[in-house]
């Protein structure tokens, strides 16, 4: 099946940038979207983007998508400690309606 | 409208019992997913509904498992004969039309 990959943990300084970044196999990808989780809760959407765009930015937010080498990746600017969570990427695949997600990133904000 | 909720937001069975979760849509979202999630792992898809009729199933879903929304609104995950395996957080989402998966907060389960 299709897979998604992330790295695992990335600790960064408060006020500094953020980059999380995602791969995939899926040569379909349709959208791709980006989640956070604070501990105990359920998925909040950040944002998402068609396989046909190669940036988005909403606010501190701004994602790049390399499609030639299904590469996606979630700058956060200025992250504060309120953004320490886990970042979730996931793909839907043409024709499906069905996210495959992969395992997060455990962001930590230090002071 | 407070966005899609879950209910129990946790749940302590002993193991060969039966459970239901119920999942509450946001109003008018046609399409309503359910996912399980472990430890260290991102939400794992389940199944998935268009209005009343459940479109597909993952193959990883025995048949202990089962799901309806019989009206097109509400939504319920039913485990039977359930494992320790079964323990996990259990994630309802929906949308509209459009691409906006909004996730609610979760059933967590544990299986004693």
């Known amino acids: 099946g299709e897979d998604v990959e992330q790295s695992l943990f990335l600790s960064v300084r408060e006020g500094d940038s953020s980059v999380i970044n995602c791969t995939y196999t899926?040569?379909?990808?349709?959208?791709l979207y980006w989640y956070k989780q604070e501990p105990g809760a359920g998925l909040q959407l950040l944002t998402y983007?068609?396989?046909?765009?190669d940036m988005k930015q909403d606010q501190r937010l701004t994602v790049l998508l390399n499609k030639k080498d299904k590469h996606l990746s979630l700058r956060i600017a200025d992250t504060q400690t309120g953004d320490s969570a886990i970042y979730f990427c996931?793909?839907?695949?043409?024709?499906?309606?069905?996210?495959?997600f992969g395992r997060g990133t455990s962001l930590i904000v230090h002071p | 409208d407070t966005g899609v909720s879950q209910d129990p937001r946790h749940k302590i069975t002993k193991r060969g019992q039966n459970v239901t979760f119920r999942c509450d849509p946001i109003?008018?979202?046609?399409?309503l997913y359910w996912y399980r999630q472990t430890l260290g792992q991102g939400p794992e898809f389940l199944t998935y509904?268009?209005?009343?009729?459940?479109?597909?199933k993952s193959r990883l879903l025995s048949d202990r498992f089962s799901a309806e929304r019989p009206k097109g609104s509400f939504s319920t995950l039913e485990i039977q004969r359930t494992e320790q395996g079964d323990s996990a957080m259990y994630l309802c989402?929906?949308?509209?039309?459009?691409?906006?998966?909004?996730f609610g907060p979760g059933t967590r389960l544990t299986v004693t």
């Open positions: 509904f268009q209005n009343e009729a459940q479109l597909e």
């Open positions: 996931a793909e839907v695949g043409g024709g499906s309606y069905i996210p495959t």
């Open positions: 983007i068609f396989s046909n765009m």
């Open positions: 899926d040569s379909s990808s349709t959208y």
């Open positions: 109003s008018e979202h046609n399409r």
């Open positions: 989402a929906s949308l509209a039309d459009s691409y906006e998966q909004y």
